[in-house]
């Protein structure tokens, strides 16, 4: 009897280590979501690049993002953009997709989402569609420096990592933008230019300086933030849920 109790209690401790490795690895999302990150420079290069797709890699699996990483803009037609339900722009920069793949780009991107980050704003200067999606082109920026971002009101998931939080503060590079986006965007923070110490004048500051938010438009989700410039940045484990959940939301998983 006590052979069969210790075999039978071994088989219950195996059965739930199993079961517990098993919920472990479940997604969080039965439905996969096909992510299309585009990360073209035709400018200036951000090394944080390879941090962010690594970052997107380690969430997939938990995610159930399935990710198609390219700096090809010749892939940009219309078959193939039709297979993905979220494009993000990771740090691409300058004139990064040929007049083709635009106007691929156009015709598909309507019900389906955009993420920007950080140097999407830096992209496609001369393309109006584009410049109307991510909501902003960047002007210029002061040194990389530790400054503070302040949180507008609002519940948008993709700001749930800083509940509770007024601000936050971390090391990364400010962008300034050649307009003001809040006319035509919700904005989520804006950057607390007092906490800006190290430049040598001002015509980096815009009084009100949006530096993260959404916009929605013909069924089509939009989101930009500014967090990105360094590898440490798609380290911080508040930013990577950020992206996290502005992707899922990009993608209608969650409101």
Known sequence: MSVMKN??????????IVFSCSAQDKPEFEEPLNILVFSKTAGFRHESISSG??????FSKKQNWVLTATEDDRLFTESFL???DVVVFLNPTGDAINHVGQAAFEKVMNGKG????????????EWPFYGALVGGYF????????????FEPNDHPAMKPFAGMKSYTTYDEWYTFKTNPRPN??????????????F?????????????????QNGTRSFYTGFGHTHEAFQDE????????AINWAGKRID
């Open 53 to 58: 797709l690594k970052m997107l890699y380690d």
């Open 200 to 216: 040598d004048n001002d015509k980096w500051k815009m009084g009100d300086h949006p530096i993260i938010w959404w916009n929605e």
């Open 238 to 245: 508040k930013i990577q849920q950020h992206i996290v959940n």
């Open 82 to 84: 039709n297979s993905f």
């Open 114 to 125: 955009f993420v920007g980050i950080h140097a999407a704003a830096d992209c496609e200067y």
């Open 7 to 16: 075999l039978l209690i071994a088989l219950m401790v195996v059965s739930s």
């Open 139 to 150: 002007r210029i920026h002061p040194p990389s420096q530790k400054a503070t971002v302040v």
């Open 185 to 198: 965007v919700k904005v989520l923070a804006v950057l607390d230019e007092n906490s800006v110490k190290e």
